[in-house]
């Protein structure tokens, strides 16, 4: 490790703090959720504004800022050098912001080390301070033998058609680095395999509507049925939610609309799903014990109990492990309506070895034992980058070197855009350990499902910001003698 380097970069950072903490601002106030069905191509009006802040942000710190038909942005020389290139990516769209916020999610506010909005965490807090590393390096005139260039995108949560369109149109960095995961280096990536379990079965004259979730990429913390008024039904669900004592997480109420029975879960990452409670679960699981409602809807509330119960594929017929990257995970992630019949998302983040093939084989089995069919919206394979390149083992010791832990670089379930580059890989900037002081503020700001990336009051620790990008500036000047 350059220790001179790394002590002059943490000066330089920190003499930067509050303005790097107000561009990334500048961007969270941006609702920029992708919406390609918005009529404002391609992702909707917020990402054509959080892109145009973010190039000019970029034009700002004196980089030249190029705009690929607002699916993909650049920030960095004029004239580049593809073959000689290392590219930090990182994306500006967001998920929405879903319910349970204390705070509001497009209007960002700092907390003692936190900055909270959504968007934050991930992915805008990352993608202006890799700008700041490179401001840092140059004005530092710190020697690079190879070249940078930042790029950001706008569709990274809903499906990676950015990316998909840029590699058709452009070229690509010779080596590409993707700061959304932890350090040290995720040289591999789950596939991740995404539709809908459609029912084969109408929802009875009952039962009015049944929804829950708000994206396919996080665990629902929020499901719902209204059903049309019915004393004797009403008071079976008042009695049970008192028999379970289930109060936190269950509650009815008579509205104008019918009686509304709602269910309460705990947001997380689909990738991730260890410790949250899936709210369509929790709905599902209820509501197929009452003798009061139809036995048609009692069956489909029993099915969509079944598929939302676990998050590992035993129940869809996909379950499987390997040595590389673990477990397959399947969540249920939204529950909709579609003429009548349920229909339940599911987010598949399958192992590397995995045959997708017969995934699909074996969900549309299981799905038929259920009078459901598999309708698949998208299959992106998993990425590997080779582990026994010498980039990974050089960003991985000097991770350790620097904060004295013995990690390994890893696979894991998320997938950020090294899936869809050539030669690309997953590199922090999270993962670095939180000190005593700022574990109690992070507790006392958020507790449980509160703070997280995907979760309600996203929260963002500056601190371990601005480290993550000193150890990102020293370890780009250690990348100097390494082929790309």
């Not at 700008?131 to 033998?145: D, G, S």
């Not at 869809?420 to 499902?449: C, D, S, W």
């Amino acid at each position: 490790m350059d220790r001179e380097l790394y002590m002059r970069a943490g000066a330089w950072l920190e003499a930067h703090r509050e303005e790097l903490a107000a561009d990334i601002m500048r961007l969270v106030r941006i609702p920029s959720v992708s919406d390609p069905a918005s009529g404002t191509a391609p992702f909707g009006e917020g990402c054509r504004r959080v892109m145009d802040e973010m190039l000019q942000i970029g034009r700002e710190h004196g980089f030249v800022a190029e705009n690929y038909g607002y699916y993909v942005g650049s920030i960095g020389t004029g004239e580049k050098n593809w073959d000689n290139m290392i590219g930090f990516w990182n994306h500006l769209d967001v998920v929405p912001a879903g319910n349970g916020w204390r705070y509001e999610p497009f209007q960002p506010v700092r907390k003692g080390n936190f900055l909270i909005g959504r968007g934050a965490q991930d992915n805008k807090g990352p993608a202006v301070g890799m700008l700041y590393v490179m401001q840092c390096l140059r004005e530092l005139a710190v020697p690079l033998k190879h070249e940078l260039c930042l790029f950001v995108g706008c569709d990274e949560e809903r499906g990676m058609e950015d990316l998909e369109w840029y590699a058709a149109h452009y070229p690509c960095p010779a080596m590409s680095m993707i700061a959304d995961s932890g350090f040290p280096v995720c040289y591999g990536e789950k596939g991740i395999l995404e539709g809908g379990l459609v029912s084969e079965r109408e929802w009875s004259d009952a039962v009015i509507s049944c929804f829950g979730g708000s994206a396919g990429n996080i665990i629902p913390d929020q499901a719902h049925a209204v059903f049309r008024e019915n004393a004797e039904l009403y008071e079976e669900i008042l009695r049970r939610i008192d028999e379970k004592n289930a109060g936190g997480t269950l509650f009815a109420e008579r509205t104008a609309e019918g009686i509304r029975v709602s269910a309460k879960g705990t947001a997380k990452h689909s990738a991730f799903p260890e410790g949250s409670r899936n709210a369509i679960w929790e709905l599902a699981s209820f509501l197929k014990e009452l003798s009061a409602l139809p036995e048609g809807d009692r069956s489909l509330f029993e099915t969509l109990a079944f598929f939302s119960q676990e998050y590992y594929g035993a129940n869809a017929g996909i379950r499987y492990e390997d040595g590389i990257s673990g477990r397959t995970t399947c969540a249920a992630t939204v529950l909709s309506m579609e003429n009548r019949r349920p229909v339940l998302h599911l987010n598949i983040r399958y192992a590397i070895t995995a045959n997708a093939e017969r995934m699909t084989e074996a969900i549309c089995r299981s799905a038929a034992g259920r009078a459901m069919r598999w309708r698949q919206e998208r299959d992106s394979a998993p990425n590997y980058f080779p582990k026994e390149h010498p980039a990974v083992s050089i960003l991985t010791e000097l991770y350790n070197e620097i904060t004295g832990e013995r990690t390994e670089s890893f696979v894991m379930g998320g997938g950020t855009y090294a899936r869809k580059l050539p030669n690309a890989f997953a590199y922090g900037v999270g993962g670095l350990r939180e000190t005593g002081e700022e574990e109690r503020e992070k507790a006392e700001l958020f507790g449980p499902g509160r703070g997280g990336a995907h979760e309600p009051d996203e929260g963002l620790n500056l601190r371990q910001l601005l480290e993550a990008l000193r150890i990102y500036a020293v370890s780009i000047a250690a990348l100097n003698d390494c082929p790309l």
